[in-house]
C-alpha cells in the first residue's frame, strides 16, 4: 500500500480505501463481508468508510463491521482509520436527516453503539443542508470533536462555494476540517469545474473520492449487458438507463487505453482520479475480494503520460451517473 498525506493534516491515508456502503447489508452474508473486510487490512487498507445508513436496511454496515470488530479487528484498532456519517434520512420524523444539531449528535452516538466503538476517526456532515445555520451543523462537528466522539471531521458532496463556508465558519469555531468526500470518476469530473473549482477550494483539506468506478461501469462487466450478480442488476443505485449504447462505446474505448497501459479497466479508472495530488485516497467499494485484489493492482501503475490523458480526456467525459447532485437543500 502507499500511503498520502491528508491534505496539510498529520494524518496519511491509504491511496485506496474500502467503503462498505453496498454489499455489506443483512442480504449479504457476513462470511463474505469478513473476508473482503480483512482482505483490505491485509493488503495496508488502513481505512474503512461508513455511514450510518448503509445497509440495507439503514444501520446493518455498521453492526456488521462492529461484529468484525468484536471478533477479529479490535486488536487493531489502532491501525484503522474509521469513518462514519450522517445527513440522510436514518429515522423517521424531522430529526432523523439533514445538518441539525439534534440530527448528528443523536447519530454519531447511534454508530458508536452499533459498532462498539468510543470514537470514530472521522465524523462527516454526509451532505449540506442550508435550511440549518452553517454554524449549527459546524457546531455539531466540533461538539464530535470536543466529547472525544470523533477524531477528525469532514464535509461530503458539499460544493465549492459551500466547502469554503463551512472552512471558515469551522475556523470561527476554532477547529479545521480535515477532508472531503466528493464523488468523482471518469464520468463525472464535477470536482474539476468551476472557478474555484472544489479541487481548488480545498485549500488544505484532503479528499477522499468515492464511486472512482462510476458504481461498477468503468470495468468491462456491461460491454455485452447486464450479469446477474451486478449492482445495475438491482435498479437500486445504478439504474440501468445509465448504460446507453454511446457510454459503452466510451467503455469500450477506454478499456483498450487501459489495455495499452497494461491495466484492467478498473485499474486505470482508479490510478486516474489518484493523478491529482490534492486527491488523497479513492474510495472503492467492493462485492468480492478478487474484485478488491484487482483494485488494488492500479497502485502498480500511477503515472499517466500526457498523450494517455489526452486520449482519456476524449471519453471521460459526463455520463449522467452523479446521483448525488441535487441532494442537499
Ligand atoms: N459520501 C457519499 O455520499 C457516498 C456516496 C456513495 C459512496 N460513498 C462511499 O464510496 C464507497 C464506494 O462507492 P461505490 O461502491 O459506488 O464505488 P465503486 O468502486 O465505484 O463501485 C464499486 C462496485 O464496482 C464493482 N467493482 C469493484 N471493483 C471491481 C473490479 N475490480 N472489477 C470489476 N468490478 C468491480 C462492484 O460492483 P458489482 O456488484 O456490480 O460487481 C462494486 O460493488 C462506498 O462504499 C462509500 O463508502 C460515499
Same mark, same amino acid.
Not at 90 to 108: D, V
Not at 147 to 175: C, H, M, N, P
Given at each position: 500500500?502507499?500511503?498520502?498525506?491528508?491534505?496539510?493534516?498529520?494524518?496519511?491515508?491509504?491511496?485506496?480505501?474500502?467503503?462498505?456502503?453496498?454489499?455489506?447489508?443483512?442480504? /449479504?452474508?457476513?462470511?463474505?463481508?469478513?473476508?473482503?473486510?480483512?482482505?483490505?487490512?491485509?493488503?495496508?487498507?488502513?481505512?474503512? *468508510? #461508513?455511514?450510518?445508513?448503509?445497509?440495507?436496511?439503514?444501520?446493518?454496515?455498521?453492526?456488521?463491521?462492529?461484529? !468484525?470488530?468484536?471478533?477479529?479487528?479490535?486488536?487493531?484498532?489502532?491501525?484503522?482509520?474509521?469513518?462514519?456519517?450522517?445527513?440522510?434520512?436514518?429515522?423517521?420524523?424531522?430529526?432523523?436527516?439533514?445538518?441539525?444539531?439534534?440530527?448528528?449528535?443523536?447519530?454519531? *452516538?447511534?454508530?458508536?453503539?452499533?459498532?462498539?466503538?468510543?470514537?470514530?476517526?472521522?465524523?462527516?456532515?454526509?451532505?449540506?443542508?442550508?435550511?440549518?445555520?452553517? +454554524?449549527?451543523? !459546524?457546531?455539531? =462537528?466540533?461538539?464530535?470533536?470536543?466529547?472525544?466522539?470523533?477524531?477528525?471531521?469532514?464535509?461530503?458532496?458539499?460544493?465549492?462555494?459551500?466547502?469554503?463556508?463551512?472552512? +471558515?465558519?469551522?475556523?470561527?469555531?476554532? $477547529?479545521?476540517? =480535515?477532508?472531503?468526500?466528493?464523488?468523482?470518476? !471518469? $464520468? /463525472?469530473?464535477?470536482?474539476?469545474?468551476?472557478?474555484?473549482?472544489?479541487? *481548488?477550494? #480545498?485549500?488544505?483539506?484532503?479528499?477522499?473520492? $468515492?464511486?472512482?468506478?462510476?458504481?461498477?461501469?468503468?470495468?468491462?462487466?456491461? =460491454?455485452?449487458?447486464?450479469?446477474?450478480?451486478?449492482?445495475?442488476?438491482?435498479?437500486?443505485?445504478?439504474?440501468?438507463?445509465?448504460?446507453?449504447?454511446?457510454?459503452? *462505446?466510451?467503455?469500450?474505448?477506454?478499456?483498450?487505453?487501459?489495455?495499452?497501459?497494461?491495466?484492467?479497466?478498473?485499474? !486505470?479508472?482508479?490510478?486516474?482520479? =489518484?493523478?491529482?495530488?490534492?486527491?488523497?485516497?479513492?474510495?472503492?467499494?467492493?462485492?468480492?475480494?478478487?474484485?478488491?485484489?484487482?483494485?488494488?493492482?492500479?497502485?502498480?501503475?500511477? +503515472?499517466?503520460?500526457?498523450?494517455?490523458?489526452?486520449?482519456?480526456?476524449?471519453?471521460?467525459?459526463?455520463?449522467?451517473? /452523479?446521483?448525488?447532485?441535487?441532494?442537499?437543500?
Amino acid at each position: 500500500m502507499q500511503y498520502r498525506q491528508c491534505g496539510s493534516s498529520g494524518l496519511d491515508l491509504p491511496a485506496i480505501s474500502l467503503g462498505l456502503w453496498q454489499n455489506f447489508g443483512e442480504a /449479504n452474508a457476513f462470511d463474505q463481508q469478513r473476508e473482503i473486510v480483512l482482505a483490505a487490512f491485509d493488503a495496508g487498507i488502513t481505512h474503512i *468508510d #461508513l455511514a450510518n445508513n448503509y445497509g440495507p436496511p439503514p444501520g446493518a454496515a455498521e453492526l456488521s463491521f462492529g461484529r !468484525m470488530l468484536a471478533t477479529d479487528l479490535a486488536p487493531y484498532r489502532d491501525e484503522l482509520i474509521i469513518s462514519s456519517k450522517a445527513g440522510y434520512r436514518m429515522w423517521p420524523g424531522p430529526y432523523g436527516e439533514w445538518g441539525s444539531k439534534k440530527y448528528l449528535r443523536a447519530s454519531l *452516538d447511534q454508530s458508536l453503539k452499533r459498532m462498539g466503538l468510543e470514537y470514530v476517526d472521522i465524523f462527516y456532515s454526509h451532505r449540506f443542508d442550508a435550511r440549518t445555520p452553517l +454554524e449549527e451543523t !459546524m457546531g455539531a =462537528l466540533k461538539y464530535a470533536l470536543d466529547s472525544g466522539k470523533a477524531t477528525y471531521v469532514g464535509i461530503s458532496s458539499y460544493t465549492a462555494e459551500q466547502t469554503q463556508r463551512a472552512r +471558515e465558519v469551522a475556523a470561527d469555531l476554532g $477547529f479545521t476540517l =480535515l477532508i472531503h468526500q466528493p464523488s468523482y470518476s !471518469m $464520468f /463525472n469530473r464535477w470536482i474539476e469545474e468551476g472557478e474555484p473549482s472544489l479541487l *481548488d477550494a #480545498l485549500d488544505g483539506m484532503g479528499a477522499i473520492v $468515492f464511486s472512482p468506478l462510476a458504481q461498477g461501469l468503468l470495468t468491462k462487466k456491461y =460491454l455485452n449487458g447486464v450479469p446477474d450478480d451486478s449492482r445495475a442488476a438491482q435498479q437500486g443505485s445504478f439504474k440501468t438507463d445509465m448504460i446507453t449504447n454511446e457510454v459503452v *462505446d466510451r467503455i469500450r474505448a477506454l478499456d483498450e487505453i487501459a489495455q495499452q497501459r497494461g491495466q484492467s479497466l478498473a485499474q !486505470m479508472a482508479i490510478s486516474w482520479v =489518484l493523478r491529482d495530488p490534492r486527491v488523497t485516497s479513492a474510495l472503492v467499494g467492493a462485492r468480492t475480494v478478487e474484485q478488491l485484489h484487482d483494485s488494488l493492482g492500479a497502485l502498480e501503475n500511477l +503515472e499517466f503520460s500526457q498523450s494517455e490523458l489526452d486520449a482519456i480526456d476524449t471519453y471521460a467525459v459526463e455520463a449522467s451517473v /452523479n446521483i448525488w447532485k441535487g441532494r442537499s437543500r
